[in-house]
C-alpha cells in the first residue's frame, strides 16, 4: 500500500532553515508528482509547493515562493523541501501529498515551529 513517511521537522529561530524528507512507498514514485502541504494551528490545509514527475518546473505558493525548495530523488523514492528564511508563520504540521489511482494519500506530517 501506498505509504509515505515525513521528517526532519524542529524548531528553529526566526531566520534559520530546515530540510524536510517524505520517504515514499507503494507505488512506482518517478511516475507521480509529489507535493508538500502544511497546516498551522487552528487554520486549514494549504498547498505550499508541487514537483512534477520530470522535475522541471515545481511551484510554489506565494508564501513561499524564493525561500522554499522542493526537490525529488527518484533512486531513493524520496522528496524533500528545503526551507529557508524561516519565519513564525511558517510554523506548522508538513505533510507530503500524492495523488495515486485517483486517491489522495497522506503521510503523518512533521512538527515544524518558527520560535526564538
Given at each position: 500500500q501506498v505509504q509515505l513517511v515525513e521528517s526532519g521537522g524542529g524548531l528553529v529561530q526566526p531566520g534559520g532553515s530546515l530540510?524536510?524528507?517524505?520517504?515514499?512507498?507503494?507505488?512506482?514514485?518517478?511516475?507521480?508528482?509529489?507535493?508538500w502541504y502544511r497546516q498551522a494551528p487552528g487554520q486549514e490545509r494549504?498547498?505550499?509547493?508541487?514537483?512534477?514527475?520530470?522535475?522541471?518546473?515545481?511551484?510554489?505558493a506565494d508564501s513561499v515562493k524564493g525561500r522554499f525548495t522542493i526537490s525529488r530523488d527518484n533512486m531513493k523514492n524520496t522528496v524533500y523541501l528545503q526551507m529557508n528564511s524561516l519565519q513564525p508563520d511558517d510554523t506548522g504540521v508538513y505533510f507530503c501529498n500524492v495523488?495515486?489511482?485517483w486517491s489522495d494519500y497522506w503521510g503523518q506530517g512533521t512538527q515544524v515551529t518558527v520560535s526564538s
Open positions: 530540510r524536510l524528507s517524505c520517504a515514499a512507498s507503494g507505488f512506482t514514485f518517478s511516475n507521480y508528482a509529489l507535493r494549504e498547498w505550499v509547493a508541487r514537483i512534477p514527475t520530470d522535475r522541471s518546473s515545481a511551484t510554489y495523488m495515486y489511482k
